[in-house]
Each structure stands twice: as structure tokens, then as C-alpha cells.
């Protein structure tokens, strides 16, 4: 299933998050504090950058590979997993597929060094409905864009030193042209609000964003003018991949908890593992999660090979995240008392966690819809199916 030189990347890439990331996982759920002292050694060892080409400083790698390095991180540290899917999928891309070279000189070099960067769709008003979008741009007769508007449940907001953001462009109700921006962090007018009290992932970081009267020239303008929702749309279907990775990680840091769980307490003279109704349920388990796993390789395989892969990407993202909710709730009917109230064992930690990626980019349903539109589409041009 995987290349000599990927089975290597992941032995590497689970070593490093044993040893760097996992010992602090539980301090920062409990404190709610953000993972800034791994910064430093996710950058040295290539994960800040693992989409931005050399000629950015950056150590790129095909998608198998990154895939691999977000279920890795995920496996033992949830909100390590988002923060580094977010920077590389949802910040380094746009700006990599659709900017220019200015862009990519000013903004990647920077992110390939550690500095995080961010992306804004979601707004108060505008969930699953993105194209709903209320925040506005209008180009001044002095050639400057003023942008007005709010941004939701932007992952890493407080930190990001920009952001890539959609606007609507017009402020006609009938136009709805959108158009993305790079908004600098240290701009007049950008400022982050209200940092988010979550259930889960609790060591990243999620915050409202800002746009006050904000002035910016054309060079921060990304792509061409109402080009934005299909920009934004594409940089989804990567980074459905990388969300399906991090709840297939997570499922499998449950999985393996429960199974070392099972192994080992005793009940009624003898390890719960060898009654029959705990062993379907590991079975089952293992048998979902390697299904989840074979989707996101292949939608991987596929990014990487140049095929469309939206929906596939979507079918990934769809059942990983099912998946992974599942299994860790089965982990912690498994782990009893202990798994629900201690916080002894990760299980309850990754069941908080996982829960996100049924909802982050693309909620379950728009997957379905995504999924059955391209199904309808094959039916009408006769495609097989």
C-alpha cells in the first residue's frame, strides 16, 4: 500500500511525535494553551512547509506522505494535527496555487520558517452556505480595497501572521461575486476577537477575526476578481484529505488505547479482551479505520497524480471523520468509568477532539452532497459508476 521511502517517512514521523509532541498532549487540553513550544521543532523537521516548493525554503513531499505526517501528529495530539493542517492546506496552498510571484515570495518563506497562516470563510451567517458570505471589499477610487466584515472559527487566528480571506466584491445583493485577499496580521484595521471556549481540540487555537475600515493595495488581492469561491472550493478538496487524516489518527490513538485496555484488565479472572463481544468490537475497530486509511491514500494518490479527486476527497473525509467519532466512542464504552471521568486515558481527550471533523470543512451532509451531486452528474452523461 505504501512506497519504501513512505513507510520510512512514517517511521521517522512517529517517533518524533512520540517523543516531541505526545508528553505534553494533556497539559495542553487542560490548559487550553497553544502548542508554541513545538513550533520550533515542527518547523526544523520540515512539517510547517511540507507543501511549499525549495525554491520558498520549503521541504515539500507528495500528498500520501503529508497525509501521513497529519495522522501521525493527530494519533497523539489532536490539536497539533489541526494546526498543521491548517497551515499547510488551508494557508501555504491558496497562496501557492493562486498567487503571484510577489505573493509567494512575501508570504511562503515566512510560513516555511514557522510562522503560521490562516484562512477565513466561515462567518456568523455564512457556514455550509460559504457563498453567503458577508464581508465586503470595495475598490476605492484610489485603487485601495476597503474590506468591512467578521470572520468565525478561524484555527490559529491569534497567531496566524496572515490570513487568507473571502470577501464579496460588490455590494449589490444580486452580485455575488467573491474575491480573496491576503490580509496582513499587523495591518491598520485587522484585528482578532474573541478567542473560542471548546469542547475539543483545546491546545489549538480558535478565534473570531476581524475587518474594520481595512485598507489594502491589489498586491494583497489573490487570483482574479470573483474567482473566490472557486478558489476557496479547490483548497477544500485538499484539505478534506488532510481532516480525514487527522480523524483516521485520532481513531487510531483510540483504537490503540482500548486494545491495550483490554489487554490488560481483569475482570471476573481474566482479561475483558477474551470475551467475544470486546473482540468484535476491536475487530471492528481495525477493519474501519484500515477502510478509512485506504480512502485517504488513494484520494492522495490521485491529488498527487493529477485526476479529479474532489469527490473522493469528500468520500475521505466523510467516512474518517464517521469513523473515527465511532471508534472512539466504542474506546470509551470499553474503558468504562475510566475512560468517561479520569482523563487517565486519551480516549475521552480524542473523543472531544474528533468530534470536529464531522463539522470542519464540510459538515457530514455537505459531504453527502458533494459525493451524490458527482454521482448525478456521472448518471446524466452516462458514465459508469
Not at 509532541?21 to 511540507?50: C, N, Y
Not at 469528500?314 to 465511532?326: D, H, P
Request: charged share 25%; hydrophobic share 35%.
Amino acid at each position: 500500500m505504501l512506497e519504501k521511502h513512505q513507510i520510512e517517512f512514517r517511521e521517522r514521523t512517529r517517533s518524533f511525535m512520540e517523543q516531541k509532541i505526545q508528553p505534553e498532549a494533556v497539559t495542553l487540553d487542560k490548559e487550553q494553551r497553544f502548542l508554541d513550544q513545538h513550533i520550533k521543532p515542527l518547523t526544523d523537521e520540515g512539517f510547517l512547509s511540507m507543501l511549499i516548493p525549495e525554491e520558498f525554503g520549503g521541504r515539500p513531499i507528495d500528498t500520501v506522505s503529508y497525509s501521513i505526517a497529519v495522522e501521525e501528529a493527530s494519533r497523539v495530539c489532536g490539536s497539533t494535527g489541526i494546526t498543521l493542517a491548517a497551515h499547510n492546506s488551508l494557508g501555504c496552498y491558496p497562496i501557492l496555487a493562486f498567487g503571484t510571484k510577489e505573493q509567494k515570495e512575501r508570504y511562503l518563506p515566512r510560513a516555511a520558517k514557522g510562522e503560521l497562516l490562516a484562512f477565513g470563510l466561515s462567518e456568523a451567517d455564512a457556514g455550509s452556505d460559504a457563498g453567503g458570505t458577508r464581508t465586503l471589499a470595495l475598490k476605492q477610487e484610489s485603487g485601495e480595497w476597503l474590506i468591512n466584515g467578521s470572520k468565525c472559527w478561524i484555527t490559529s487566528a491569534t497567531k496566524a501572521f496572515a490570513t487568507i480571506a473571502s470577501a464579496r466584491t460588490s455590494d449589490k445583493p444580486e452580485e455575488k461575486a467573491i474575491t480573496c485577499f491576503i490580509l496582513d496580521k499587523d495591518a491598520p484595521g485587522y484585528s482578532v476577537g474573541k478567542k473560542e471556549n471548546k469542547l475539543g481540540l483545546r491546545g489549538s487555537d480558535t478565534a473570531f477575526l476581524h475587518f474594520d475600515d481595512m485598507k489594502v493595495g491589489e498586491e494583497s488581492r489573490l487570483g482574479e476578481i470573483g474567482d473566490g469561491f472557486k478558489q476557496m472550493l479547490k483548497t477544500l478538496d485538499g484539505g478534506r484529505i488532510s481532516i480525514g487524516a487527522m480523524a483516521l489518527g485520532l481513531g487510531q490513538g483510540a483504537y490503540e488505547c482500548a486494545a491495550r485496555y483490554a489487554s490488560e484488565r481483569v475482570q471476573f479472572g481474566r482479561p475483558i479482551s477474551f470475551n467475544q463481544a470486546v473482540q468484535h468490537k476491536l475487530a471492528d475497530m481495525a477493519t474501519e479505520l484500515e477502510a478509512a486509511r485506504l480512502l485517504i491514500y488513494e484520494s492522495s494518490r490521485m491529488k498527487d497524480a493529477g485526476k479529479p479527486f474532489g469527490h473522493y476527497s469528500a468520500m475521505a473525509k466523510l467516512y474518517a471523520s464517521e469513523v473515527g467519532t465511532r471508534v472512539a466512542a466504542n474506546a470509551i464504552r470499553l474503558l468504562g468509568g475510566i475512560g468517561c471521568y479520569t482523563g487517565e486515558y486519551p480516549a475521552e481527550r480524542i473523543w472531544r477532539d474528533v468530534k470536529l471533523c464531522e463539522i470542519g470543512e464540510g459538515t457530514s451532509e455537505i459531504q453527502r452532497l458533494v459525493i451524490a451531486r458527482k454521482i448525478l452528474k456521472d448518471v446524466k452523461e452516462g458514465q459508469p459508476l
